[in-house]
């Protein structure tokens, strides 16, 4: 015989407590300390290992950070340096004039040492020397944005050159000397010329990279770079 349904009692949502997990009262958050211990705020800032920022510049008004956002803060720096760096390489090569040191308003993520060293300027109060804050950034990272725009620029106009150099045209009117081209000229003095003035161009590389396609690419990177700035300033002249 089929079992007849069990009907539910009445008090069947009085139960429901007893399986309720009993959880244990939070406890009270501590508040913040005040951002004026600067003995508690460099002790935030430096990990238990080794601390990758040193702020011994911290002073009493500065907002203490936590250790995280220290180690962010250190990375970015690091990591900018590194960029800036690059592209300095990358202006010696081509003999392109380098950013040297001011009397004011130097970055000092493009002239410190070390990453610690230019997180301490930067965090520091605000100087003539040196920028600080998030001026510090915008300015390396416009810098970088520049360099990154005016590269383009540079290698379309030696990719350009070396183009106009090795057409065939040109190696053909060398070889002819200026004659007048009839039926019976042979296209084989034009391979042989071209292959002179390749032997030629191989037995200095450098020079040849340097004459071919560094030139005109230091032209085409100042020319852009140039062009960039000043519409930097312009921008910025309209913000004030």
Same mark, same amino acid.
């Given at each position: 015989p089929a079992v007849a349904p069990q009907a539910l009692p009445e008090n069947w949502d009085m139960t429901m407590?007893?399986?309720? @997990?009993?959880?244990? =009262? !939070?406890?009270?958050? $501590?508040?913040?300390? %005040?951002? *004026?211990?600067?003995?508690? &705020?460099?002790?935030?800032?430096? @990990?238990?290992?080794? =601390? !990758?920022?040193?702020? $011994?510049?911290?002073? %009493?008004? *500065?907002?203490?950070?936590? &250790?995280?956002?220290?180690?962010?803060?250190?990375?970015? =720096?690091?990591?900018?340096?590194?960029?800036?760096? %690059?592209?300095?390489?990358?202006?010696?090569?081509?003999?392109?004039?380098?950013?040297?040191?001011?009397?004011?308003?130097?970055?000092?993520?493009?002239? %410190?040492?070390?990453?610690?060293?230019?997180?301490?300027?930067?965090?520091?109060?605000?100087?003539?020397?040196?920028?600080?804050?998030?001026?510090?950034?915008?300015?390396?990272?416009?810098d970088i944005r520049c360099h990154q725009m005016a590269m383009l620029a540079g290698v379309r106009a030696g990719f350009d050159a070396l183009l106009a150099h090795f057409n065939p045209d040109r190696f053909e009117r060398e070889a002819d000397g200026g004659a007048k081209r009839t039926a019976f000229t042979g296209k084989g003095r034009y391979w042989d010329k071209y292959r002179e003035h390749f032997e030629g161009l191989m037995k200095d590389p450098d020079e040849c990279f340097r004459r071919l396609f560094g030139d005109e690419f230091a032209r085409a990177y100042e020319a852009q770079l140039s062009r960039l700035k000043s519409a930097r300033k312009a921008e910025q002249s309209t913000r004030r």
């Open positions: 407590g007893d399986f309720t @997990p009993k959880v244990a =009262a !939070p406890q009270p958050i $501590a508040p913040p300390p %005040a951002p *004026t211990q600067v003995a508690a &705020a460099a002790a935030m800032v430096a @990990p238990t290992t080794s =601390a !990758p920022v040193q702020l $011994a510049a911290v002073t %009493a008004g *500065t907002p203490m950070l936590p &250790a995280e956002l220290a180690q962010m803060l250190h990375v970015v =720096a690091d990591g900018v340096m590194d960029v800036l760096r %690059a592209r300095a390489e990358i202006k010696n090569s081509f003999r392109l004039p380098v950013t040297i040191i001011q009397r004011s308003e130097n970055n000092p993520l493009k002239f %410190a040492a070390t990453a610690e060293e230019a997180v301490q300027k930067i965090l520091a109060p605000p100087n003539t020397t040196f920028l600080s804050g998030a001026v510090a950034f915008d300015d390396a990272f416009d």
